[in-house]
T-cell receptor, first 111, second 111 residues
């Protein structure tokens, strides 16, 4: 079973702090990884994609990928209350290019 | 450019009934995937259609079926509804399995 594991949280951080979200996966063949943000009752929204080992930065977001250790992380700098949401980690199945999601980590940013 | 639209937004059905959910893919996208997201869980892959043919299926029983039309819109049909089918159903479109765009989802409640 190709699984994606995430801590369900909630992860609570004060406004302005760095939030660190982690994810491990079991499929060594995975090449593409994604972080989605999902507000309560809404659909997932893509915030970051990463394909190569190392860091990828986009504004306040940094995705980190380590294929040897099979983990991917998301750092959110200067966290804002509007960042409070569930963050879903996903990888793309190489066979049919479908997405396998983790259960998500709930992030709560307090003012 | 229009995004992915799903209808209806909410639906209440009785156990044993049948339901059809609809999805219009983003302009230019030829691949549609359907996901089921139960409360507190990550989206689970149901199946995917590419150019009107099913080209991938997750671990869902045959009473979950689908169609993709020449204009790349899609339907998800569920027969003999069970209480556990209550979930948010998400449609995602892409161009050949590249970046996915999710619709706003259909919230199905089975009573």
């Amino acid at each position: 079973q190709k699984e994606v594991e995430q801590n369900s949280g909630p992860l609570s951080v004060p406004e302005g702090a760095i939030a660190s979200l982690n994810c491990t996966y079991s499929d060594r063949g995975s090449q593409s990884f994604f972080w989605y943000r999902q507000y309560s009752g809404k659909s997932p929204e893509l915030i970051m994609s990463i394909y190569s080992n190392g860091d990828k930065e986009d504004g306040r977001f940094t995705a980190q990928l380590n294929k040897a250790s099979q983990y991917v992380s998301l750092l959110i700098r200067d966290s804002q209350p509007s960042d409070s949401a569930t963050y879903l980690c996903a990888h793309k199945d190489g066979g049919y290019s479908t997405l396998t999601f983790g259960k998500g980590t709930m992030l709560l940013v307090s003012p | 450019e229009t995004g992915v639209t799903q209808s209806p937004t909410h639906l209440i059905k009785t156990r044993g009934q049948q339901v059809t959910l609809r999805c219009s893919s983003q302009s230019g996208h030829n691949t549609v995937s359907w996901y089921q997201q139960a409360l507190g869980q990550g989206p689970q892959f149901i199946f995917q259609y590419y150019r009107e043919e099913e080209n991938g299926r997750g671990n869902f029983p045959p009473r979950f079926s689908g169609l993709q039309f020449p204009n790349y819109s899609s339907e998800l049909n569920v027969n003999a509804l069970e209480l556990d089918d209550s979930a948010l159903y998400l449609c995602a479109s892409s161009l050949r399995g590249d970046s996915y765009t999710f619709g706003s989802g259909t919230r199905l409640t089975v009573v």
